[in-house]
């Protein structure tokens, strides 16, 4: 994993540059004027600090702390640091936690069909029925699949999608959600 530059105004200027880039993705998504406001200044006050800390300090001069290089976030994490989960979505992993918690038994993750660790695989079938025999509040079913597709904790990774159920060993249709 590439890390920054060492030097602390070549680090802020690489931060800076995150955050300019984080911006540019922002405003593809939709109208967020003060977020995006807010980033560009940021990111504008960091490269003002750069050229301040190269005016006090000379090359061979570093304060006693120099903080650690920070690794570049990836795509993903640039995305869950800055969007906010909608709430349909926010409202629907509640529930899931809280189903599967209420399911329980000897069944790890009891309406998760996937056979991969890393991935958590629903059919809403089934989950409706156990939703729908729950006290937790439903949300409308095609409501919900149109907000999944922007879930920022566990990302939307395929939909309808035929797999080999680790619950009942048949083919099951399921939406596929990245774990976090």
């Known amino acids: 994993m590439p890390t920054q530059h060492p030097d602390p105004a070549d680090r802020m200027i690489d931060y800076a540059g995150q955050i300019l880039l984080l911006a540019k993705r922002l405003e593809k998504e939709g109208?967020?004027?003060?977020?995006?406001r807010d980033l560009r200044t940021i990111a504008r006050d960091l490269k003002r600090c750069s050229e301040i800390?190269?005016?006090?300090?000379?090359?061979?001069?570093?304060?006693?702390?120099?903080?650690?290089?920070v690794p570049y976030l990836p795509r993903r994490g640039l995305a869950m640091f800055a969007a906010e989960e909608p709430p349909r979505v926010a409202q629907f992993w509640k529930a899931y936690e809280a189903l599967s918690a209420a399911l329980g038994g000897d069944v790890v993750?009891?309406?998760?069909?996937?056979?991969?660790?890393?991935?958590?695989?629903?059919?809403?079938s089934?989950?409706?029925?156990?939703?729908?025999?729950?006290?937790?509040?439903?949300?409308?079913?095609?409501?919900?699949?149109a907000d999944l597709k922007k879930s920022v904790r566990r990302p939307l990774l395929a939909r309808n999608l035929s797999l080999s159920s680790r619950l009942t060993g048949k083919s099951t249709r399921c939406w596929l959600f990245e774990k976090s």
């Open 31 to 36: 109208p967020m004027p003060d977020t995006l």
């Open 53 to 69: 800390w190269q005016d006090v300090y000379h090359p061979g001069m570093l304060p006693v702390v120099v903080p650690p290089a």
């Open 109 to 124: 993750e009891p309406l998760n069909h996937s056979h991969d660790a890393t991935c958590i695989a629903i059919n809403f």
């Open 126 to 145: 089934q989950l409706y029925e156990v939703w729908a025999d729950s006290d937790l509040p439903i949300v409308e079913k095609d409501a919900l699949q």
